[in-house]
């Protein structure tokens, strides 16, 4: 009897390969109810249009560790803390030393879109779901997306590249809503547009035409607008049901230690099914903290003294394409703010701070120095004068350049600021 | 494990390190003279930085626990085991920017023409970097780490010596 990790995806996965190197005499069981595993999820957008074939996907292949049982398309129903015991959905008992939970989030689908005989509607979270949809678009190129966060703007943005007529929609009045300021939003809106994305702001689908099981066109403001397929990408959630009476659930959700711990001390959780408590609740829902948790939980598993996660951020970076971002964060509140905006280009960049800490911002269009302001969000204090020194771009990239001087003309090279 | 150091008392920032890095890592053509003419422009992994008064190039670090590594989104970053380097498959790279965000040093550069990350993996199979060979003052440096631990250790042993000679004597102590 080992550890038994539940979920493996960026955390759980991460978690079990650690596992196996920091506690090599402990065997390691991972239980997921997808029938593939060890994927990049953050690639389904590139899947999904074509830009990438499977194979890139995986970064995790079976090898001959017999300590490491990886178990696919089983579902854990519940837990059992008493008896340290997992329930399956293949009806079988796994019992547990250490646990850890990373079973991650499931597509929220909003009950119009919840028309299983529908042919045409796809949820953007797995890849049983991805191969699907690529496949069908093939003949059915007409899309609508349903939520303009990360999700949807990056395979809105990876569909029109492809040529895609893509539609996007979202109920707030600007895009990525919990990412950008309005005025950043707008940029990145316009950039859409500017590549042939249609946008619905402050709107929603209401209403589906469906024909002989196929779905034809979807209702947003009274308009409707054909589609053969609709993406749902309207945000995430934890799935908790399979740990309901096991009394490791706070309103609705897991909430662990900055050592992601749970309630219990055999029990851990990391990735996008846990809540960090720091004082404040944490969720980063991102590729990298998944990682970075996984291979925590793993290290704590038997530590005598746990270690913490670094200072947590919720920052994530994209090419959209051909629009760069790298968003730091957006604070919910009481925040100044310090702006550098090219007017007639894409670049825009902006900091969030609150007495002298960066708390957030975005660089969009050139994210020069992104590396060493996220890691100035997690450091102490900096004076107004170092941000305006770093919301500068500064690019760098050959340039050639007749220099007249006087009768002399000179060819010059040097290494300025770059355009794109 | 090799490494590069930098030595910011004789760096001048004249940025031939950083030219020759970009034409000869980053161009087609490999010349200076024809990489300044090149689409997309070459773009360098060492950049100078700092004011007239102090400059120093700077690449990556090729940190032990990279936090670029636990990012990349793609499996394109790797580090390499026999040198230790932490290399770009630019053949994986995607230039989602991941990386650039999680660089503490920020020495990790979006290059958005050829859509990936650029960063320095010391010239891994030249025989010298390029920013070392070219370096006019010498401020760049190919230094085996191992070798600078055993200087390190010759120096801490001397500083013992330097303290066990001065017994319980009082007063400030003067080491070398
Ligand atoms: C299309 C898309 C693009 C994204 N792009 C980015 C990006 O650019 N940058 C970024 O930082 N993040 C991105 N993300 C988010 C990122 O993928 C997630 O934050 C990350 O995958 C979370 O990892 P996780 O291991 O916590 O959860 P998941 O990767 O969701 O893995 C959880 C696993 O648990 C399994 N599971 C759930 N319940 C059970 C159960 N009861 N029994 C057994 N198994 C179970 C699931 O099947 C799943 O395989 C993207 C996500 C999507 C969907």
Redesign the pocket.
């Known amino acids: 009897m080992g550890c038994v990790i ?9 978690a079990a390969l650690a596992c196996r190197k920091n506690w090599p005499d402990s065997q390691v069981t991972v ?4 029938p593939e ?1 060890g994927y ?6 590139q899947f999904i249009n074509r830009a990438l074939t499977e194979d890139r996907l995986f970064f995790w292949q079976q090898k001959q560790d017999r300590e490491l049982d990886v178990r696919a398309g ?4 519940a837990v059992d803390r008493a008896n340290r015991t997992l329930f ?2 293949d009806n079988q008992r796994l019992p547990y030393r250490r646990l850890i939970i ?6 929220i689908v909003p009950p119009i879109c919840r028309t299983p005989a529908v042919r045409g509607i796809f949820p ?3 890849l049983t779901v ?1 191969r699907r949809a690529r496949t069908w678009l093939r003949t059915n190129p007409d899309t609508v997306i349903l939520g303009g966060g ?2 949807g703007v ?2 809105a943005a990876h569909l029109a590249e492809f040529n895609y007529p893509v539609t996007l929609i979202e109920r707030e009045r600007q895009l990525l809503p919990q990412a950008l300021s309005a005025e950043a939003a707008g940029v990145v809106a316009a950039h859409l547009q500017d590549k042939g994305v249609r946008l619905f702001l402050a709107a929603t689908v209401d209403d589906l035409q469906i024909s002989g099981g196929l779905l034809e066109a979807v209702r947003v403001d009274a308009r409707w607008i054909p589609c053969r397929t609709l993406f749902v ?1 309207a945000g ?1 959630l ?2 908790l ?2 740990l309901a009476g096991s009394g490791l659930v706070t309103e609705g959700r897991l909430e662990v230690t900055t050592s992601l711990q749970t309630g219990d001390s055999a029990i851990f959780a ?5 809540t960090i408590v720091d004082g404040d609740r944490f969720t ?8 970075v ?2 291979k925590l939980a793993a290290a704590n598993l038997y530590a005598g003294a746990p270690l913490s996660l670094p200072r947590l951020t919720r ?4 090419n959209l394409n051909g629009l760069s971002l790298a968003i730091l964060g957006l604070p919910a509140c009481g925040y100044d703010r310090t702006v550098h905006a090219d007017s007639g280009s894409t670049i825009y960049r902006e900091l969030f701070h609150r007495d002298g800490r960066i708390v957030g911002g975005v660089l969009i269009g050139d994210i020069s120095s992104a590396g060493r302001l996220h890691h100035m969000m997690t450091g102490g204090a900096v004076s107004l004068a170092e941000m305006e020194e770093y919301i500068i771009p500064r690019r760098k990239a050959m340039t050639a350049a007749s220099l007249s001087l006087g009768k002399y003309r000179k060819k010059a090279t040097w290494l300025g600021p770059g355009g794109g | 494990m090799k490494v590069i150091a930098v030595y910011p008392d004789r760096c001048t920032g004249c940025k031939t390190c950083e030219l020759y890095c970009a034409a000869e890592r980053g161009s087609n053509s490999k010349s200076l003279l024809k990489a300044v003419r090149e689409e997309p422009s070459p773009m360098p992994r060492v950049r100078v930085e700092g004011t007239n008064e102090l400059s120093v190039a700077l690449q990556c670090r090729q940190c032990r626990q990279a936090p670029c590594l636990d ?1 990349c ?1 793609t499996g394109a970053l790797r580090r390499d085991d026999q040198s230790g380097i932490v290399v770009v498959q630019e053949n994986r790279c995607i230039g ?1 920017w ?1 990386c650039t965000l999680f660089c503490p040093y920020g020495v990790i550069y979006p290059w958005p023409e050829r859509k990936i990350a650029l960063k320095c993996d010391r010239c891994l199979y030249m025989e010298i970097p390029v920013c070392v060979d070219v370096c006019p003052t010498q401020a760049l440096e190919l230094v085996d780490l191992a070798e600078y631990d055993t200087v390190l250790q010759a120096k801490r042993a001397s500083v013992l010596e330097t303290i066990r000679r001065a017994g319980d004597r009082q007063g400030a102590l003067i080491l070398e």
């Open positions: 539940i979920g493996a995806g960026a955390a759980g996965m991460q239980v997921d109810s997808e595993v990049y999820r953050t690639l389904i957008p089983v579902s854990v129903d399956l959905s990373a079973s991650g989030g499931q597509p953007v979270r797995n991805a990360l999700v990056k395979l990408a995430s934890p799935d049901d399979f990391a990735g996008d099914v846990a980063p829902w991102t590729w990298p903290q998944a990682v948790q996984g920052v994530n970076a994209m | 990012s989104l989602c991941t």
